[in-house]
């Protein structure tokens, strides 16, 4: 499985660390909170899985972008329009339900932006448990001095 994980970006697997550890924080730190447990737990897991979902979609279209050159800025417009809509509609949904906090979906998507500031942790984690180092910038030779 590690070698599964190893031919994907590691950048998206970073990100997908941190995003399912700080939902796990969320999890067990509202849990104390919450009235009804359960419909806490839907609601910020709605909110994680579009995190993981937007990382992915995030890197694809970064990823299709660079191959298009001159058309690159209008096709990563469009698809964050498409990213934020897509966000719009599950608040819509999670909001009409009427059961469902979309506070509490809005911290689970606001999982990736804490991700984002774990990644030199999670990079570190990723190079342990993969086994593997970051290359070592080659140091300038010291000018001699006399």
């Keep these: 499985m590690i070698e599964r ?21 969320f999890q067990f730190a509202g849990m104390w909170f919450a009235k009804d447990k359960s419909l806490y737990t839907i609601a910020l897991w709605i909110g994680i899985v579009l995190a993981l979902t937007t990382v992915v979609h995030m890197y694809r279209t970064l990823n299709r972008a660079l191959d298009l050159g001159s058309g690159a800025q209008k096709a990563v417009t469009t698809a964050n ?37 774990l990644q030199p942790f999670t990079h570190k984690l990723c190079n ?18 006399e």
Excluded: C
């Design 5 to 25: 994980i190893k031919k994907l970006n590691r950048a998206v697997v970073e990100l997908w660390i941190g995003i399912i550890f700080t939902g796990l924080v």
């Design 81 to 117: 329009m498409v990213r934020y809509a897509v966000v719009v509609i599950v608040f819509l949904i999670v909001l009409l339900s009427g059961t469902l906090n979309p506070l509490i979906t809005f911290l689970g998507i606001m999982s990736l932006k804490v991700a984002a500031y």
């Design 128 to 145: 342990k448990l993969f086994h593997e180092s970051d290359p070592v910038a080659q140091a300038l030779p010291e000018e001699e001095t």
